[in-house]
């Protein structure tokens, strides 16, 4: 049977519900949140609120998109899960984000074995997380097993460091049968990130492209769809950068072509002025409820249909998250 690998437990595929294919809950660290505080999300009464809201908007699944050392926390996400017991859904990623927040030469990813580095993947989705995210020396793993491997690439290049953790992924999807979700620098590199995944034993029909919404060209995304990967459109009521009418036009367009079942949706809020909990303090903000209550209706209103919808938040999630055993 497939299932979905959420944090409290696995569930059967097509009880996945509606999902945010792409989102942050918590983040307690790491190099991000150096680069910009506004990437930090450790409160964790605040995102209890926010995954609240997206479930009264109706959702039911979010996908927790944040790897090894980029401030992965295991126990407060498990309490998070716990709070919402029967309610909704949380999965977890192992893996890691693009190589520039790693050290390219101290890095464990740098310096371990691939296969090593594999066996410690296997072990985070088939065992339970270290309750560190592989911090240090120490592990101890904790019950929640992680239900997807991340990868990431850089804009134009996939660094040496990247296309290891792409080989680590692939070879831990061979192992495990767990989906592969990669981060794209500006929606970039999508067909040479499939290559190194089918070269090292990786099934691009099993991969997730995110991001592709900041490189809206219709031939790129054919590409990528003829090779049988997911396409995630995340980031509406992002303004200064496209208006949602355009991601939704895209998404309508792919659906013409007849590559419905390869689309998938996400928020990804990930910054504090996109988290209305987190802003509660300061001023009014929108949250991650915005996709559902705000998002969907721009799709409806181009003449996305409603069954479409219905694939893009759930039948497409349940097979593209299912870890196929
Ligand atoms: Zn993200």
């Given at each position: ?19 945010d ?33 997206f479930l ?10 944040d ?9 407060k996400?498990?309490?998070?899960a716990a ?8 999965v977890?990623?192992t893996?890691f984000?693009?190589g ?48 997807l ?7 134009r ?14 070879q ?43 490189n ?7 590409m ?35 590559y ?31 996709m559902?209550?705000r ?12 069954e ?18």
């Amino acid at each position: 049977m497939n299932v979905i690998r959420t944090v409290l437990g696995d569930i059967p595929a097509k009880k996945i519900g509606v999902t945010d294919s792409h989102d942050h809950l918590i983040r307690s660290g790491g190099p991000e949140v150096n680069l910009d505080p506004a990437f930090l999300m450790d409160d964790l009464e605040a995102s209890k609120k926010e995954f609240k809201a997206f479930l009264d908007a109706g959702g039911h699944t979010m996908i927790c998109m944040d790897p090894i050392g980029c401030g992965r926390n295991v126990p407060k996400m498990m309490e998070l899960a716990a709070c919402f017991e029967g309610q909704g859904n949380i999965v977890m990623t192992t893996g890691f984000q693009k190589g520039s927040l790693y050290d390219p030469r101290t890095s464990f990813l740098a310096t371990v074995d691939t296969s090593k580095v594999v066996d410690m993947m296997i072990a985070e989705i088939t065992e339970g997380m270290d309750r560190h995210s592989y911090n240090g020396p120490v592990v101890e793993r904790v019950q929640a097993k992680a239900g997807l491997i991340k990868a990431g690439t850089s804009y134009r290049v996939i660094t040496d460091l990247e296309q290891k953790a792409l080989k680590v992924a692939a070879q831990t999807q061979n192992a495990t049968g767990c989906p592969i979700s990669v981060h794209t620098d500006f929606g970039t590199m999508g067909p040479e990130l499939l290559d190194i995944i089918e070269k090292n034993q990786g099934n691009p029909e099993h991969t997730i492209i995110c991001h592709v919404q900041r490189n809206p060209d219709r031939y790129y995304y054919k590409m990528l769809l003829d090779r049988g990967a997911y396409l995630c459109f995340e980031e509406a009521d992002k303004a200064q950068y496209r208006p949602d009418t355009e991601i939704a036009e895209n998404i309508k367009w792919i659906l013409e072509q007849g590559y419905g079942r390869q689309v998938l949706l996400g928020m990804d809020g990930g910054r504090k002025e996109g988290l209305a909990s987190y802003m509660e303090p300061k001023g009014l903000a929108k949250g991650l409820d915005y996709m559902l209550n705000r998002f969907v209706p721009v799709m409806r209103w181009v003449g996305i249909l409603e069954e479409d919808i219905h694939k893009i938040l759930e039948e497409n999630p349940a097979r593209a998250f299912a870890i196929w055993q």
